[in-house]
Structure formats: C-alpha cells, structure tokens
C-alpha cells in the first residue's frame, strides 16, 4: 500500500531478494504513476471530442444559445423533429427569456468555454480569427443542426439543356471560378496552429468527485480517529479500576 500510494516504507527486509523485491515492485509503480501523469497531461492538452453530434449536445450541461435573428426563430418554430424540438425548447423556453445573442457575445462566450451558439459559420468564424487566441482555437467543434444540402439545379428528363450545364458546371470547378467564390464568401474554420501547447484548465466542477471523496475521507478518518480515542480511554478506565 505505501509502494501504491508513493509514500515509502518503514519496514526494510533484511536478506537480499526481499530488497531486490522491494526495489522493483516500488521501480515498477513509480514508473506506473510517472506513465499515468503523463496521460493526464496528454488528455489535458488534446482537444474534447465528447460531443460529436447533435444528439450529445442536447444531453451535455454545454449552454445552448442563437444569434439573434429572424431567419432562426424561423427554422427553430418550423421544425418537427424531436430531437431539434428539445433544442428548440432549451433556447427559447416556455417560462423564461430566449437566449438569443448578437455575434460578438456569442463569440465571447465561445471562448469561455461551456457554450454552443447557434448561427451561420462565416461571421462566427471572422470573429474567431479576430478575437481568439492561437491555442484557444484547438478547442472548436462544429455540430450541423440543419443538415444542408449543397444547391442543386433541377432539370427536366431528356432536356436538351442537360448536357450543357454538365459541361457549364464542370468548365466552373475545372478554370477555379468555384474555388475563387467559396473562398471568397465561405470562411473556413480557424485552424489549430498550436495544438502542443494547449492546455484545457480544470475546474472546481471537473474535480467535484474528487472533493467529495476526500471530505468522505477526511470524516471517515475522524470517526475512526474518535473511536480510537474511546477505545483507549475504556481500556485506561478498566486498568486504572482493576
């Protein structure tokens, strides 16, 4: 138990093999806790990839909230399916105000950490590139609510313009008209140029268990320790009355 807990031990075996023993197995378990350090620290600087999905991010304690516009009071209204009512129902409750923000608030509060924001990517992501730090943006995850589609053009069967816009579309894509446009309306997400230093901090709610298994601790040793006392005094009382 002291090998296991790293705190020594008192008691040295006096022939050989037991010391031989004893220096490996507390070798092997010093390596052991240097290897699980090292791990927590590896998790600390990788980035969460928990919540991958919309489902997850409904059942997350991640804050949810939407930029402040009519086209999604829209979509939030006009939808159907259970998962985007709860959604819907966690930004704009029944009983309460609607947490509907402006970009630069929404962005702030990305950055705090514990928040979802609802909106288009590409003023989110300008707004990223101005105000975020290199290592703050390791941490981004995007979510699709919508689930769009990218446009298409309908044509009729047999239509004798079929053949031109294949040839159209495709002269776009191959001279870099498309490429140019999305780059020109389309920002990218800000990537991640400082991942090896990034550390994600830890917080008094991360280590809630913790602390409440070493209050459980702290008053289990108490009691033990009361009980201690009044075991010795009944034992000094019966010696001092016989």
């Known amino acids: 138990m002291s090998a296991v807990t790293q705190q020594g031990c008192f008691i040295e075996p006096r022939r050989t093999p037991g010391r031989i023993m004893e220096f490996i197995f507390f070798t092997a378990l010093m390596a052991l806790y240097a290897a699980y350090s090292a791990n927590i620290v590896v998790l600390l600087q990788a980035p969460s990839n ?33 998962l985007h009512v709860s959604v819907h129902k966690t930004i704009i409750p029944d009983n309460g105000k609607p947490r509907f923000h402006d970009i630069s608030y929404g962005v702030e509060r990305i950055r705090k950490g514990l928040f979802a924001f609802h909106s288009i990517v590409e003023p989110v992501y300008r707004r990223i590139e101005e105000t975020f730090q290199e290592n703050e943006k390791c941490d981004l995850t995007e979510v699709d609510y919508i689930n769009s589609l990218d446009a298409f053009t309908p044509v009729k069967k047999d239509s004798p313009y079929l053949e031109l816009l294949r040839v159209s579309y495709k002269h776009v894509r191959e001279v870099g008209i498309q490429a140019a446009l999305n780059k020109r309306y389309q920002v990218p997400k800000p990537r991640c140029e400082s991942k090896a230093v990034a550390f994600s901090s830890v917080g008094l709610l991360d280590l809630r268990p913790v602390l409440i298994m070493m209050m459980y601790g702290v008053a289990l040793s108490l009691a033990i320790l009361l009980a201690e006392i009044i075991v010795f005094k009944i034992k000094e009382y019966n010696c001092n009355f016989h």
């Open 50 to 82: 928990s919540i991958t999905s919309l489902a997850q991010l409904a059942a997350s304690k991640v804050t949810l909230a939407a930029n402040d516009v009519d086209y999604n009071r829209f979509v939030f209204n006009d939808d159907i399916d259970p």
